[in-house]
């Protein structure tokens, strides 16, 4: 199936285990930014097949703007949806918003916006190359 609509991509769906808890019962904050990481990267790689430009190793480089709203709970199912912000000769950054379903109602978590890089691995996965492929 292609999803390519240039609507916002769900990248990630998980639940939140009680592994991942804090001593006031909900789950970290670094889990959380754990999966936004993974997610982004997810939908930046969907968008970049989606713009038909070559398959790259993608490295994170920042984190910005992380907003947490509300708690995650242990049990939460939570959707990590994706949308390009920005696409630069090396760089794509993307927006990530986290949701969780409860008593049938979307309520938004945390949200944050992350940058990654294409790479070469033949050079140590150091030096950063076109994201859209060679020109």
Known sequence: ?????GERYLA???VM????????????GGVVLSYIDLA?????????????WPDQPLVTVGM???????????GDIVSFWTRVVRVGATSITMHVAVAAD??????ELTQAEVTYVAV????GGRRPVPIRGAK
Not at 17 to 28: A, H, K, L, V, W
Not at 120 to 123: A, T
């Open 1 to 5: 199936m292609n999803d390519c609509t």
């Open 12 to 14: 990630l769906k998980a």
């Open 17 to 28: 285990m009680p592994r991942d808890t804090n001593p006031y019962g909900t789950i970290f």
């Open 40 to 52: 982004g990267a997810v939908g930046a790689e969907h968008e970049i097949r989606c713009a038909g």
């Open 64 to 74: 910005n703007r992380i907003d947490f709203h509300r708690p995650v709970f242990v």
């Open 102 to 107: 409860r008593k049938g109602q979307s309520v």
């Open 120 to 123: 070469d691995l033949d050079d």
